[in-house]
């Protein structure tokens, strides 16, 4: 068998890109805002009803772009639980992370802990909808406005999630996504900024092309722009959209009608939400569980991902600027394991994967969570998904 990495790139028939490809080589405009680059950010905005999307290079310098655009610089509130490139970002713009721990059942940003971090030099809340499950953004929202913060969320998993038939994209005053070959939706690599705020939208505009055009340079800027080889991808990408959630969704249902039985857990998903199926994490009761699973899968050549671990207020480039314990966040980066999920999936490794996790986990019996406080709860529940 061949190997299994946790994802795949979607990749559209080649004539079609190859069409693409034509328009670029007869306008010779390869990048500097493109009319390819303006037809993938329209096309956005109609999918997502926003008023301003910004393709740029990557979702770190989108969030980087975004602290930028809000005159951001000191204290923000912030997740343990998020690929590294979400605090980078803060500590590569001078700010400092201040971590709040996670909901154990949803794995985002625990809103009821959010209010007992600001202080006077809180100035946003960068949350994460993390593997496309939404935050709460209704209380992150409330908590916002109280104390006069600016929200970003970054949306890196988030393209084409709805919660209550609006897109996850419009909520707080900027959202970003990635575009990585990793992800649903890609142009190769990539990343978008999302607001309908038009004044942070000029702002973005001047920061995107380093800080203005032509010889007027108003203010400091950076090269964020992307190219028209990369908005060409994103084209045709963007019209199997459905088609690519469809087949994940698929796969998806079945691994956790297989797993449901077991001593396992996953993130609960709310009501009215419309998901896109990006990731299939699971949660061990331990560590030793899903190590002896990950070793038990990379030996059939299936290689699934630690994702995301460690938290990131352990890594030793963070805790030299701040210094937080957050429980529930370090236990849960100890047990998560995301499972192999991509469009074309065969189904009987689904199968191989499943049968190996159900003949190790049921050697034993199931036992409670130990949390690091040491009381023993069972502290995750299965998310009944029906959409």
């Given at each position: 068998m061949k190997d299994v990495f946790v994802t795949k790139p979607y990749v559209p028939p080649l004539f079609s890109y190859i069409s693409q490809l034509k328009k670029i080589w007869k306008s010779r405009r390869f990048s500097n805002n493109g009319p390819l680059t303006i037809e993938l950010e329209n096309k956005i905005k109609d999918l997502i009803g926003a008023k301003h999307v910004f393709f740029v290079t990557n979702g770190t310098i989108a969030i980087q772009m975004s602290l930028q655009a809000l005159g951001i610089s000191k204290q923000v509130i912030t997740t343990p639980f998020s690929f590294v490139a979400t605090v980078n970002s803060l500590l590569w713009e001078k700010c400092k992370p201040i971590f709040v721990d996670i909901d154990p059942h949803t794995l985002t940003l625990n809103p009821r802990l959010i209010e007992a971090a600001i202080t006077p030099d809180t100035q946003a809340i960068l949350a994460v909808h993390v593997y496309g499950y939404?935050?709460?953004?209704?209380?992150?929202?409330?908590?916002?406005?109280?104390?006069?913060?600016?929200?970003?969320?970054?949306?890196?998993?988030?393209?084409?999630?709805?919660?209550?038939?609006?897109?996850?994209?419009?909520?707080g005053d900027i959202s970003t996504l990635s575009f990585h070959a990793t992800k649903i939706f890609h142009t190769v690599e990539g990343g978008a900024i999302v607001t309908n705020n038009d004044e942070v939208a000029e702002k973005i505009k001047l920061l995107r092309s380093f800080g203005g055009s032509d010889a007027h340079f108003t203010t400091l800027g950076i090269n964020g722009k992307n190219s028209e080889l990369h908005a060409a991808m994103g084209l045709c990408n963007l019209n199997n959209i459905d088609l690519?959630?469809?087949?994940?969704?698929?796969?998806?249902?079945?691994?956790?009608?297989?797993?449901?039985?077991?001593?396992?857990?996953?993130?609960?998903?709310?009501?009215?939400?419309?998901?896109?199926?990006?990731?299939?994490?699971?949660?061990?009761?331990?560590?030793?569980?899903?190590?002896?699973?990950?070793?038990?899968?990379?030996?059939?050549r299936i290689y699934c991902r630690r994702y995301f671990y460690p938290a990131l207020n352990t890594l030793p480039h963070v805790k030299m600027v701040t210094d937080s314990l957050c429980p529930v966040a370090e236990s849960i980066a100890s047990r998560v394991l995301c499972l192999p999920l991509y469009h074309d999936l065969p189904i009987h490794v689904v199968h191989m994967i499943t049968k190996t996790l159900k003949e190790l986990l049921l050697r034993k019996a199931p036992s409670p969570v130990v949390t690091s406080v040491g009381v023993a709860q069972n502290v995750y529940k299965s998310a009944d998904i029906s959409l």
């Open positions: 939404p935050c709460d953004v209704k209380a992150i929202e409330h908590i916002a406005r109280k104390y006069n913060l600016k929200v970003i969320y970054d949306a890196a998993h988030s393209f084409n999630t709805y919660l209550h038939q609006e897109s996850v994209l419009n909520y690519i959630r469809a087949k994940r969704k698929s796969i998806y249902h079945f691994y956790l009608k297989k797993l449901k039985p077991l001593s396992v857990s996953f993130p609960q998903i709310p009501e009215y939400f419309h998901y896109n199926y990006i990731y299939f994490p699971i949660l061990f009761e331990t560590e030793e569980e899903l190590l002896a699973i990950k070793y038990a899968l990379e030996k059939k």
